[in-house]
């Protein structure tokens, strides 16, 4: 007699298309289910929407080309109250989008995040749609429960860090519609074009996912080829080479539509060796730190699924239907993984798109591991009086994992509950506003002032932070940056200006005079040596 495999997902799981007539539950219970989880996303997606989090650096060099876009023309920031390059910004469709968000709503913190908070409550129901069509509703809903209300970092919150102008959500955004019309291609030829667009755009918005998109539509691609159904491999590779070409056509547009707009883009050597290829062994050391405390649950969700995969594999059966597109979503989580774990600098952002891509399979288990989550399945399992050799170990994980998870929540809440809540930059804005004279140069690192400054600011250039992000790595830093180079009058140092070490020595050596602090900013004033009058 052949043993059950404790690690196979049922039929549900594995289906390779849709089951006619099959629904989970009446409609009116969908529908309650659907505004209840609407109404808290947009509640928590609106909630302290200009505080939480603090805005901070990477943030600022959107936000400030796409002021100076709206309000001037010029795509770019400014650098001593001239035009000056995009340099650290996000990619065009994100500053778009905040563009067109203060276009419509007018420029602020609150308006550009409003638009963020739009692509994850966007990309959260494409979250729930492309899992009700590779696995079922049940799985969908335990999908966005997961994602809402039972994050394992607070912030990896997807309403977190969707709301900061940050590439990564409108990224998941294309990539998850792209899946998602990949799920109808059986229905109409059409969905093909919906998936090259989507994609398209998912390339464009970030380079970090080109290789993992690839990656999965390699996988499905080889496994029918392998098969030869010729079919399956003819729409994947047709439409990678499309989504590929249209990358490139919408940066050719792009060039276009900017002309005479913007400045070229000084390039950053050794980006990639301090951003996606970092073999530093602390760093390393803090990826594996950062998967055992936030990540189990994860790894269980891919490896279970990995498992199946292999094992459909092993059958010699086909890959086609509503299984082409989920081996692209485990494909792409997977190989997203392999690169945070090996290459990436660790933390909370890297992890965030595998966590988020990953939660349909972590809910997949819970769901067949609990049996539709019937409690009563599971105690009879814990009791060794279910069915299958493996009911007992199946019902011991999937509490087991339950409580993992719960526990993870409740320290992520605890977390985010002990933060400080920060209103420091229309502060320290205001300050400067009321006390620096309209033409004084101010001198900062601090990118998220630019947003509402409106005085000539002065910030060290865009190879610095290549340098302060390899050289953090050393106990020792060697820098040539002379902050005092434009003249200024005023600095204003905070996060990154004490982390790059930048003004301490001026400090030290009285050329700088503390004004005022707020919050995470301190306001200096330049002391200038005095030249002694001259004895006629």
């Given at each position: 007699?052949?043993?059950?495999?404790?690690?196979?997902?049922?039929?549900?799981?594995?289906?390779?298309?849709?089951?006619?007539?099959?629904?989970?539950?009446?409609?009116?219970?969908?529908?309650v289910v659907a505004t209840v989880f609407a109404a808290a996303a947009i509640l928590m997606g609106l909630f302290e929407l200009d505080r939480t989090p603090a805005p901070w650096w990477d943030e600022g060099w959107t936000l400030c080309v796409a002021r100076q876009w709206v309000e001037t023309g010029h795509y770019g920031c400014l650098l001593e109250?001239?035009?000056?390059?995009?340099?650290?910004?996000?990619?065009?469709?994100?500053?778009?989008?905040?563009?067109?968000?203060?276009?419509?709503?007018?420029?602020?913190?609150?308006?550009?995040?409003?638009?963020?908070?739009?692509?994850?409550?966007?990309?959260?129901?494409?979250?729930?749609?492309?899992?009700?069509?590779?696995?079922?509703?049940?799985?969908?809903?335990?999908?966005?429960?997961?994602?809402?209300?039972?994050?394992?970092?607070?912030?990896?919150?997807?309403?977190?860090?969707?709301?900061?102008?940050?590439?990564?959500?409108?990224?998941?955004?294309?990539?998850?519609?792209?899946?998602?019309?990949?799920?109808?291609?059986?229905?109409?030829?059409?969905?093909?074009?919906?998936?090259?667009?989507?994609?398209?755009?998912?390339?464009?918005?970030?380079?970090?996912?080109?290789?993992?998109?690839?990656?999965?539509?390699?996988?499905?691609?080889?496994?029918?080829?392998?098969?030869?159904?010729?079919?399956?491999?003819?729409?994947?590779?047709?439409?990678?080479?499309?989504?590929?070409?249209?990358?490139?056509?919408?940066?050719?547009?792009?060039?276009?539509?900017?002309?005479?707009?913007?400045?070229?883009?000084?390039?950053?050597?050794?980006?990639?060796?301090?951003?996606?290829?970092?073999?530093?062994?602390?760093?390393?050391?803090?990826?594996?730190?950062?998967?055992?405390?936030?990540?189990?649950?994860?790894?269980?969700?891919?490896?279970?699924?990995?498992?199946?995969?292999?094992?459909?594999?092993?059958?010699?059966?086909?890959?086609?239907?509503?299984?082409?597109?989920?081996?692209?979503?485990?494909?792409?989580?997977?190989?997203?993984?392999?690169?945070?774990?090996?290459?990436?600098?660790?933390?909370?952002?890297?992890?965030?798109?595998?966590?988020?891509?990953?939660?349909?399979?972590?809910?997949?288990?819970?769901?067949?591991?609990?049996?539709?989550?019937?409690?009563?399945?599971?105690?009879?399992?814990?009791?060794?009086?279910?069915?299958?050799?493996?009911?007992?170990?199946?019902?011991?994980?999937v509490v087991s994992l339950a409580l993992l998870l719960c526990w993870m929540a409740v320290q992520a809440r605890i977390h985010f509950k002990g933060r400080e809540a920060d209103q420091a930059l229309p502060q320290v804005v205001e300050y400067l506003h009321e006390h620096v004279p309209t033409g004084a140069m101010i001198e900062t690192y601090e990118?998220?002032?630019?947003?509402?400054?409106?005085?000539?600011?002065?910030?060290?250039?865009?190879?610095?932070?290549?340098?302060?992000?390899?050289?953090?790595?050393?106990?020792?830093?060697?820098?040539?940056?002379?902050?005092?180079?434009?003249?200024?009058?005023?600095?204003?140092?905070?996060?990154?200006?004490?982390?790059?070490?930048?003004?301490?020595?001026?400090?030290?050596?009285?050329?700088?005079?503390?004004?005022?602090?707020?919050?995470?900013?301190?306001?200096?004033?330049?002391?200038?040596?005095?030249?002694?009058?001259?004895?006629?």
């Open positions: 007699m052949e043993l059950e495999d404790p690690c196979a997902l049922s039929d549900v799981a594995r289906r390779d298309g849709p089951t006619p007539g099959k629904r989970d539950g009446p409609a009116w219970r969908r529908g109250g001239r035009p000056a390059p995009p340099i650290l910004a996000g990619h065009f469709p994100v500053v778009a989008s905040v563009a067109a968000g203060f276009q419509l709503l007018g420029v602020g913190l609150w308006q550009a995040r409003f638009i963020g908070v739009l692509y994850s409550v966007l990309t959260l129901a494409l979250l729930y749609g492309l899992t009700a069509r590779c696995f079922d509703q049940k799985v969908a809903t335990v999908t966005l429960v997961l994602a809402l209300f039972l994050p394992v970092n607070w912030q990896m919150h997807p309403l977190i860090l969707g709301r900061q102008v940050l590439g990564e959500m409108p990224m998941l955004c294309f990539l998850l519609a792209g899946y998602l019309c990949a799920t109808f291609l059986h229905r109409h030829p059409g969905w093909w074009v919906g998936a090259v667009g989507c994609w398209g755009l998912a390339l464009w918005t970030k380079a970090q996912v080109r290789p993992f998109w690839t990656l999965s539509l390699t996988v499905p691609l080889m496994w029918s080829l392998a098969r030869r159904d010729w079919r399956t491999s003819f729409w994947v590779s047709s439409a990678g080479a499309a989504a590929w070409g249209l990358f490139l056509l919408l940066g050719e547009l792009k060039s276009l539509v900017l002309a005479g707009h913007t400045l070229p883009t000084p390039t950053m050597t050794g980006l990639l060796q301090a951003s996606a290829l970092v073999f530093a062994p602390r760093v390393r050391m803090d990826a594996v730190i950062f998967t055992a405390t936030f990540l189990v649950p994860t790894l269980c969700g891919l490896g279970v699924a990995v498992w199946s995969t292999v094992a459909h594999w092993r059958t010699g059966d086909a890959i086609h239907g509503l299984a082409v597109p989920r081996v692209m979503l485990l494909t792409f989580a997977v190989s997203w993984f392999g690169w945070f774990f090996c290459l990436s600098l660790g933390g909370a952002r890297y992890a965030f798109p595998m966590w988020f891509a990953a939660s349909p399979f972590v809910a997949a288990i819970i769901v067949e591991w609990s049996h539709g989550l019937d409690l009563r399945a599971v105690r009879r399992g814990l009791r060794g009086q279910g069915d299958g050799p493996w009911s007992k170990a199946r019902a011991l994980a990118s998220e002032l630019f947003l509402l400054l409106d005085r000539p600011y002065h910030y060290p250039p865009a190879e610095l932070n290549v340098d302060l992000i390899r050289q953090g790595w050393h106990a020792q830093r060697h820098l040539t940056y002379d902050p005092l180079q434009a003249d200024p009058a005023f600095v204003v140092v905070g996060e990154f200006g004490r982390w790059a070490n930048l003004y301490q020595s001026l400090v030290d050596e009285g050329q700088l005079k503390l004004l005022h602090r707020v919050g995470r900013y301190q306001v200096y004033e330049r002391v200038r040596a005095r030249v002694p009058a001259v004895t006629p």
